[in-house]
């Protein structure tokens, strides 16, 4: 009842635009959306973009301050974005030091999420490969931020909308290979998985360490927590099993991570193109 409510009064307002850092994924988006629900917001008057990193809020303005702190928990930053310019680029990345330090960001991921793509060829792993694509998929979110700094809604858009089909179709490469993995199972080298997961562990812990200096606030360091905790999961995954694999002797403790982090990835990947989708929409 109280949604319907909700709803209705909502029916003559226009839309509040915010640009929302230290999002990472799809994930992060419905965790602000849950958020603003949970301060009263109907489902339909809050939108949280995966591609473009905006929340689209539809609600009175002497409610907002209220819907502000609801979200603000999440540890997420909100800038409101005012009038109906165009996404103005953030101030945070013109700073020369800013940029360098995602540049390191971006480099670490894709390039340890490459040399354990291969490692997880040569290991014969699918968890790791599908570890793999998560550093690689970081890393080209990333570097999208940092091409499309000062770009319209549109273009942000389109590069995100090309970005998830890209990431989408490497996804299915890997579900495709567990898949046939599980036909023909052979079982992986435990010791070189485990290894892998352990050295991604510490990667995810240097990525991070050149992007603390611009984080300011409680907020800002609980995205950075955020952000580091949800990779780290995937990287704990990979190690607990290679132990399971060298306990057991099976491959399946292996399949059943490769499984779940592309599955998990793969979503992200939807949710990005879906969003870019409605991204172009609106801003056509």
Known sequence: MANT????STADVPPVRYRVSGMDCAKDAAQIERAAQAAGVAPGDVKVSAATHIMTLTAPEVRLPDIEKAVAVTGYGFDRIEGDEDIPPNPAHQDPAYRRALWIVVILNVGYGVLEMIGGFI???QAVKADALDFIGDGAITF??????????AWR?????????FLGLLGLGVLGTTIVRVFEQTTPDAGLMGLLGMIALVVNVVSVLPLLPFRKGDANMRAVWLFSRNDAIGNAAVVIAAG??????????DLIVAFGIAGLFLHSSWAIIRDARADLKAAA
């Open 5 to 8: 409510e909700n709803a209705g």
């Open 123 to 125: 290991s014969g792993s």
């Open 144 to 153: 999208l931020g940092l091409l499309a700094i000062g770009w319209s809604l």
């Open 157 to 165: 858009a389109r590069s995100a909308l090309i970005q998830g089909i």
């Open 244 to 253: 399971l694999v060298a306990w057991l002797g099976s491959a399946w403790p």
